[in-house]
């Protein structure tokens, strides 16, 4: 399954906890809070782009799968990491963070991101 496409944010768990614990200023998680972003991927065999625009902030990361790519994270820095792709899954590590995206039918993505004891759950569906 390709996870090509266009995907509208549609519900989100412990977002204020998890940007708190990323150390985000409270007035930019109010603002953020109840933004519904959009994802775009394109994907061409192993090599992806990642486009999230979240209001006027736009996050681009390109990277190849099982190849170490220098990743844009949500606080604005960067670092290297590798990405896994396990079936419909796409696994990062990324300072501390444990991101999962997966592909559950051909218009859902969750995208599940794990810090500490913070478990930060995005769910979005295509466009």
Do not use: C
Not at 45 to 69: C, M
Not at 74 to 79: A, M, P, R, V
């Amino acid at each position: 399954m390709s996870f090509a496409g266009k995907y509208q944010l549609e519900s989100q768990e412990n977002f204020e906890p998890f940007m708190k614990a990323l150390g985000l200023p409270d007035d930019l998680i109010q603002k953020g809070k109840d933004i519904k972003s959009i994802s775009e991927i394109e994907e061409n065999g192993d090599d992806f782009k990642v486009t999230v625009t979240t209001g006027p902030k736009v996050l681009v990361n390109s990277f190849t799968i099982g190849k170490e790519a220098e990743l844009d994270t949500i606080t604005g820095e960067k670092h290297k990491a590798v990405v896994h792709r396990e079936g419909n899954k796409l696994k990062v590590s990324l300072k501390g963070i444990e991101s999962v995206t997966e592909l559950v039918d051909g218009n859902t993505i969750i995208n599940t991101m794990t810090l500490g004891n913070i478990v930060y759950k995005r769910i979005s569906k295509r466009m």
